[in-house]
Each structure stands twice: as C-alpha cells, then as structure tokens.
C-alpha cells in the first residue's frame, strides 16, 4: 500500500470525524473502538483499517439493547429510501389531533429496542400514519426527513479536518471559558494574515480550543513555524482541536510555546499590561491555573522537547510574517508589545467579539503613523435552503461572528538605500542597514558634535553595533535632528530676512546701536546659560531614551522622549540661529 | 517575482503595492525603463494624486517603508494575495477577499493540495489559492476566452508563479478538464455561468479516495438551484449554501449638542435661570468615538455551494479486494 492511503486508513488511536445524520463529533478511536452515543453504543472495530469517508450501516447487535456493530454499505444504499403514494395538494383536511399515528409511543419504543431497522421501523410508522398520504409532497419529504433523522442507522465517519472541527467546536459554544470561532471567522483570518506556508507566525490564542493553532498550522509547510504564547488562565482543553488533527510529531514541533507571564516579564517595569496580567491571574482561582498548567506541561512532555526558553529565544531573534491575537482578554495593550516583533509590510489581525473593544484600539491605532490599512470587519453569513421550488434563506440566522480588526506593520522612517549595495553581500548589510548609511549616520554625528548625539553615538557603540533596534532609534534621532536643523535654517532665513529693514534703520542711529550691542552681549551671556540648559536637558532626554534602549523599546515612549527633544532643539537652535544672524549683520555693519 | 514567497527588499522587476491611503492603492511594475507610447524607452515616473514618484527610486527600499512623493507621502508594501486582489488590473469581474477566504477554507486548501479552477478571469482567486497551497501544491485552472487565458498565463510567468500555476485555454463545459488532472484533484473550484455542466467532469478530476471538496460561486440563485440538483443526483453529500458578505466599520471621532442646557430652563429661580442661560450659550457638545458602516457596502456578492465527494461505489471495489483477500487465505 503506498503512504497516501495509509494516512487515509483509520487506525486506533487516531481522531475521527463521526457524523450520524445532522451531528457531527469528534471522537478518538481507541484499541476497544466504542463510541457511545446517547443511549447507543457502537461497536467500531469494523472501521478499523477502512479508509476515511466511507459509509457504514449500523446492525443491531441481537443479544444487547441498543448496541450496534458497523458493516460498510455503499453509498447509494447509505440514504434511505421509502415509497410514497400519492400525495395531497394542501394540508385543509389535515387536523392536529394527536391521532393520526395508529402506534402508541410504547409501540414504537419496543420496535426500536427489538433491534429493528430504522428503514422498517419509518415504514411501520408511515403505514400506521393516517394522514401521510393526504400531506403535500413536499410535507412529506419534510415528514420523512425529521423521521430519518430519528431513525437514522448510517454513519459515517470523515478524516479530521479543519472545517469539520470549527464546525463540532462552534456548535459547543456552551464549554466555559471557550471562544466560539465561526467557519466564516476563522477563514477570514487566515485569509487576512495572508498565511505563507513557510513563513514565522505569532499567535495569542486563549479560548478557542486550539481552533488557531492548528488551522495554523494545517496550513504551514515543513519550513514554516508557529510560536504560540499561551495563557495560563486557558480552558479546560486547550488544545483540543490539535490533538484532533492528528497531526504528525514533526508537525507539532513546529509549534513552540511561550508562557504569556514570560513575554511579560521580560518587558520593563512600567509597561501597563503586565499589573494587568497580574491581576488576572490572582484572580483566577490557584486550581484552575495550576490545572491548565499541567495540562501544558503533559503536552509539552509529550510532543515538545523544545521548552520555552527555545521559544522566547525564537521570539527575540526572529521578525514575524503575522501576528495573530485571538483571545477573551482585552488585546490592546498586548498587541502594542508583540507588532514590533514583526517584519514590515506583515499583516496583524486581531479577533474579539466585542465590537467596543476594537473600536477603542482602532482609535488608538489609527493615531499611530507605523500602522496602515486598519480594518474593522465582521460577517453577515447566511445559509440557503436550495430545493426545487422551495428556495429561500434558512429562517434563522446566526449574527455572532464576531469582530476583526487587521491591519498592516510599516515604518515611519524615510529610509533611503544605495541600489548598488543591495546587489552586495549581505555583509554590507547590519541588521538592514547599509554600511554606507551608518557612513552617513556616523558622519552627521561628528558633523553636528552635540554632546547628546556624541552620547548617543557612545552608547550605541557600547552596546554593539550590530543591535537593531538601538541602531533603528539611532537613525531615528538623526532623521529627526536633521529635519531640525534644516526646518531651523529656514527659519532663520527668515528671521535675517525681517529684521533686515528695521535694522537698516537702527544703522543711523549709532546710540541705539550701542545700546544694541550692549544687548547682544547680554543677551549672549543669557544665550550662554540657554545653550548649557539646553544641553543639560539634552542630555537627560537623550539618557532616558538610552534607558529605554536598554530595555524593551516602546515606541510611544520613544516618540515622546523625542517630542520633547525636539521642542528643546528648537528652541535652543533657533536662539543659536538668531545670534549668528545678529553677529553677521553687526559685521556687516562695522 | 515577488509573488512566491515574502521578501525584504525591493529589487527591479518585483511588483510593489503603492500605498497612499486605502481608498488609493497602486499595483506597480517595478521597472526603472519602460517604453512610452512612442515606443522610445523613457525612465518610469509615476504620476499619483500627491505627486511623482521616480519608481527606480524604490529600488533597495524595503517594503514596507515610506516613500517621499513630490508633494506628500506613500508607503510601498508586498503584493499579498489581499493586496492584489484590491490592486489588480480588472479583465473580467472579480472575487473578492471575503470570498476568497471563505472559498479557500471550504475548499480545506493546504500546501501541497491540487486544485482545478475554472475559469480562471482576472486570477485574483487563482493568486491567493497559489499562495495558500505553495510550494509544493498545484493549481489548475482553465478559462474559455483565449485571450484572457493568454494574459493571465504572462502575468502568472511574470509574478513567478508557473512552478505552482498551470494556465490553459479550454471550454470546460464541453470538453471538460484536461486528462494531467484526471484522479489527482483535491478540490474543484468552478465560476462560471454553467457549473451544473462541468460537475461530472469535476467528478473525473477529484482523487478517487475519497473527501474531494466541490465548490461553485454563481451570482444567481437559479444556476445555485441547478447546481444543487445536480450535485445530489451524482451522491455528493454534506451540499450547503452560503452567501457571506464582510461589513466594514470605520471609526471616527463625532461630536454633537447634547440638551443638558435646556433641561433647566423652566425652572423658576433666577439664579439657575441665570446659570441656564450662560450655558444655553455656548450649547454643550460630547465628543464621542463613532463607529459607522461604510457607505456602501457590497449587498451581493455570489452564492457558494459546496459539497464532499464520497468515494465512487466503495462497496464494490472493497468487496472485491476483500474476494481477493479471502482467495489468498
């Protein structure tokens, strides 16, 4: 037998999909291969050895009450199939009176536990109904279709797929603590990540079963990877939907798993979120937590040997092709922390199923210049009944899909790169930056010798040069005290320009002059203390900004730090702008 | 080239998205040379609402940075299969993403699966299944008009796409799929005008094991209800369909007048009457966070019916290898 079809045979120990008449569940077979269902109990060793998608019918077992063996039947004779005669033309001489089925309830109940077939027991029915010949036929079919359902002594059982388990999980939207994530949802979500079978993705999922991690990885290739930070205030079982798949150990380990508490923690002190988590998790009761801990640490005996440690490590090291956020908590705060981890131009989604919650981070987002493409969505999903003649939308509908809001990660920096150097090694390159470019960096730095930048320059020394980030909050201060400076230079442009006039006035006057220059002395011992002041402050924002790249950047604060720098670099170079102007003009003068 | 995998840094040649805002987005060649309509070969400058762009001036770039416009802004980003659909050049009516996601999942596409598409139209379905089912599935997909299918087998060259796209020219209704796919597909995907003709052809293309997916798009209910029919009457189960559309909300910061200064009005005391009046004169407002559909929403888009495919006559073919099984013992 060739592999394919070894995959597609059922074997003990495997997930199944078992779908008897409108239900479907997930069951995993084991050695003795029952499944009970209701009040039946099923024998399934015949399955064994079957391949997926095929038909069994149930035969009774004779000497147990409701117990069945399966025997394979085609798929033709799979639907059952009874006579009509005749039928009705509308339902004027039909009377609700509870007496139109000659059997009695006990009647029926005795037929079904002597082990007669569902066909025979809906034939005794329909011969001992009074009205099922005067109904419509369509009435009929409708009649014969509720009765199949009752009856129904076929199953059939599917190879686990990821429709089919959204599908068992959304209908078991009662489990505490579950999200319940709707087909239509999560195929949107996969579609909006724009999933890259071997691409690197974040996921924080809590709530949905393990629904994402293994759609997620259902559709990864060999050379794709998950990491997958888990909460531990997660639900009874959390990876349900993972274990279901069956996926193969190699696949599995493709997923790695971090603590959320790690990622936190690893964030510095004043990050928001982390008091939040905290509270969380002293609120939630120690057995619960210390329960889903377990659970993870089982699974992580049994089918990972990469700890944690491996994943964060894997967290830090790596920029991400999406970010996928789906969870019970309130995502904002966590989502800021987790987008710089991924690569530009990579998409963000983030499901909740509260519209407010969204809302509010979409506001917040849309402030943000590194964020594009925001997008707010949900679904309106209806099914269609398609029969002849008797076509319309289902009469009820399901509005919950919950909400989605993606969006895409970019840069607010002008980058600007030497063509040539792209066609160069990647040695050229440190952490994306051209040599060239931290020529240029460097150059500027000893062209404008501010001592903060001089600091900054240090620092960034210190601390390798190779370190992205620092060298990205680098590149951005210089951006920006470059953009100063020429906004500066113009500026004082136009102060020399306006003053000209007055001052060709001032020139006749040779008193106002001397009380001009006595002014301008004065005024340069003032500009003096401002200039020190300044660089005092300097300092201190540009120290503050170190810190922060010593720790964990957070690029709000980082903008901040840099507003402030920038209001003081103004200030203090359109003073500077000023003096020189002045001294030109007195030169001129004299 | 820059459709089969992501990558980092724009190089000549790669297809760039023009991001100026998301009312206004360019699918951009990114050639430093082009040919004007002269025929003379001119450096490529293109001209946006907010100014030109020198488009070897991207070259190096990363996607996903910021580009200086003559008198504004844009950012550049990777074509993903989302963005494309939003930026294609338009042949024929297209699907759009909400679909698209919803087809791909009912279609259980994964790396590695075959599928066979008809017809193939502006290729926004065909780039997004391309990219779900790399690097080591198939596409197959056939469009009736010849020239359509020859423009779309360029641009799946152009994009890098013709180790995981096979383009054809052929009349599926009539002569059904080529014989490569013949026993090897994993799903069929059909749009067009008579799907109802094509499904004995699709039985012939799904794998015969058995879980073969089906899914049609027709616009209107009456190729939806012959498409139904005559799924059931070839023992496809599982039939369902479903008409999904996406609402989109924008989020913007509102004000209105609130009716707190009139409340007070009739009251009788001069003072508070006094009070009433300062505030009846500026009228007090409320800064809110709205959060408003968008003006106009798609309304229909098309019916999706899919249905699984069950394994031709297992008894038969089971009953004669289990004959052959119990011969041998």
């Known amino acids: ?590 | 080239m820059s459709f089969n995998c992501y990558k980092d840094i724009i190089e000549e040649g790669d297809t760039v998205i023009l991001y100026i805002n998301p009312q206004a987005m360019y699918a951009i060649q990114a050639l430093s040379i082009i040919e004007n309509r002269k025929g003379e070969k001119v450096e490529n400058i293109m001209q946006t609402k907010y100014g030109a762009l020198k488009i070897s001036s991207l070259f190096g770039k990363r996607f996903g940075s910021k580009v200086n416009l003559s008198n504004g802004w844009a950012y550049v980003l990777y074509p993903t299969p989302e963005l494309w659909t939003q930026t294609l050049p338009h042949r024929t009516q297209i699907i759009y993403t909400p679909d698209i996601g919803l087809i791909m999942f009912m279609l259980e596409l994964k790396p590695g699966s075959i599928v066979v598409e008809s017809g193939t139209g502006s290729g926004s379905l065909t780039h997004a299944m391309a990219f779900r089912v790399k690097p080591s599935g198939h596409i197959y997909t056939y469009d009736f008009h010849e020239q359509r299918a020859e423009q779309a087998q360029k641009e799946f060259k152009s994009h890098g796409l013709s180790d995981i796209v096979t383009s054809q020219c052929r009349d599926v209704c009539q002569n059904g799929f080529s014989d490569e796919v013949v026993g090897k597909a994993d799903a069929v995907f059909l749009d067009l005008p008579h799907p109802h003709l094509v499904v004995p052809f699709a039985i012939k293309a799904l794998k015969s094991t058995g879980g073969g997916r089906i899914c049609t798009f027709s616009p209107c209910i009456e190729q939806v209800m012959r498409t139904c029919q005559v799924l059931k009457d070839h023992g496809f189960i599982q039939l369902t369909t479903i008409e999904c559309l996406e609402k989109e909300y924008q989020v913007l910061n509102r004000t209105v007048t609130t009716f707190t200064g009139i409340r007070q009005l009739p009251s009788t005391d001069s003072q508070s009457q006094n009070a009433a009046a300062e505030e009846s004169a500026g009228p007090a407002e409320k800064k809110f966070v709205a959060c408003v559909p968008s003006a106009c929403p798609r309304g229909h888009t098309g019916y999706l019916t899919t249905a699984t495919y069950l394994m031709e006559n297992p008894l038969s073919r089971r009953s004669d290898t289990e004959g052959e099984n119990k011969c041998e013992n």
Not at chain 1, 155 to 163: E, L, M, Q
Not at chain 1, 220 to 233: E, K, R
Not at chain 1, 303 to 325: E, M
Request: charged letters at 25%; glycine letters at 4%; a neutral charge.
């Open chain 1, 1 to 590: 037998m060739t592999a394919t079809s070894v995959e597609n045979m059922i074997t003990p120990g495997h997930y199944l999909i078992i779908n008897k008449n409108e239900t479907y569940l997930i069951h995993q077979i084991s050695n003795k291969a029952i499944l009970k269902l209701g009040r039946d109990v099923i024998d399934l060793k015949m399955a064994i050895g079957q391949s997926y998608s095929s038909t069994y019918k149930l035969e009774p077992v004779t000497d147990k009450k409701r117990h069945y063996t399966l025997v394979v039947c085609n798929d033709n004779q799979a639907r059952n199939q009874w006579a009509t005669n005749g039928c009705g033309t509308d339902n004027k001489l039909i009377t609700d009176d509870s007496s139109s089925q000659l059997l009695s309830t006990d009647e029926i109940i005795a037929l079904k536990e002597s082990g007669e077939t569902g066909q025979n027991i809906v034939e005794r029915l329909l011969k001992n109904s009074k009205t099922f010949q005067l109904k419509t036929e369509y009435a009929q079919e409708k009649y014969l279709k509720k009765k199949a359902r009752k009856y129904c002594d076929y199953i059939t059982i599917f190879k686990p797929t990821i429709r089919l388990i959204t599908d068992v999980l959304y209908k078991q939207q009662t489990i505490p603590k579950t999200i319940a994530l709707r087909f239509d949802t999560l195929a949107q979500i996969l579609c909006r990540i724009n999933l890259d079978p071997g691409g690197k993705y974040l996921l924080y999922e809590n709530g949905s079963q393990g629904l994402l991690q293994a759609a997620l990885l259902n559709q990864l290739h060999d050379n794709g990877s998950l990491v997958h930070i888990f909460s531990s205030t997660s639900e009874q079982n959390p990876l349900k939907a993972v274990k279901a798949m069956n996926f193969s150990e190699s696949k599995i380990k493709q997923m790695l798993t971090v603590s959320l508490d790690e990622i936190l923690n690893t964030k510095s002190e004043y990050d928001i979120p982390e008091e939040k988590v905290e509270e969380v998790v002293f609120n939630c009761s120690d057995d619960k937590k210390r329960k889903s801990d377990e659970a993870y640490t089982q699974l992580k005996k049994k089918h990972r040997p990469i700890t944690s440690t491996d994943g964060l490590n894997f967290i830090q090291s790596n920029k991400f092709d999406g970010l996928i956020v789906v969870c019970r908590e309130e995502p904002n705060e966590f989502v800021k922390i987790l987008l710089p981890y991924l690569s530009l131009s990579r998409p963000f989604v983030v499901y909740s199923a509260y519209k407010e919650i969204l809302v509010t981070m979409y506001a917040e987002f849309k402030m943000r210049r590194d964020l594009v493409f925001l997008r707010l969505t949900d679904n309106f999903l209806r099914h269609h009944q398609v029969l002849p003649n008797r076509t319309h939308p289902d009469v009820t509908m399901d509005d919950g899909s919950g909400y989605l809001f993606s969006g895409l990660f970019v840069t607010v920096i002008c980058q600007t790169y030497e063509y040539s150097l792209t066609a160069d090694s990647e040695e050229n390159y440190i952490c994306g930056f051209s040599k060239k470019q931290i020529q240029d960096t460097l150059l500027y730095a000893k062209k404008y010798p501010t001592k903060g930048i001089a600091l900054n320059y240090a620092c960034l020394k210190e601390q390798n040069i190779g370190n992205d980030r620092c060298l990205t909050e680098q590149y951005k201060l210089i951006e920006c005290l470059r953009k100063e400076c020429f906004l500066t230079n113009e500026q004082g442009n136009e102060i020399t320009k306006g003053t000209n006039i007055p001052k060709d006035q001032i020139l006749k006057n040779q008193e106002i002059k001397k009380r001009y220059q006595e002014s301008i002395v004065k005024g340069n011992e003032e500009l003096d203390n401002a200039v020190k002041y300044y660089e005092e402050t300097m300092l201190e924002h540009l120290q503050s900004i170190d810190n922060l790249m010593k720790k964990r950047i957070y690029v709000d604060d980082i903008n901040i730090a840099l507003t402030n720098l920038k209001i003081e670099l103004t200030a203090a170079i359109r003073r500077q702008m000023l003096n020189i102007n002045i001294d030109q003009n007195l030169n001129l003068l004299y």
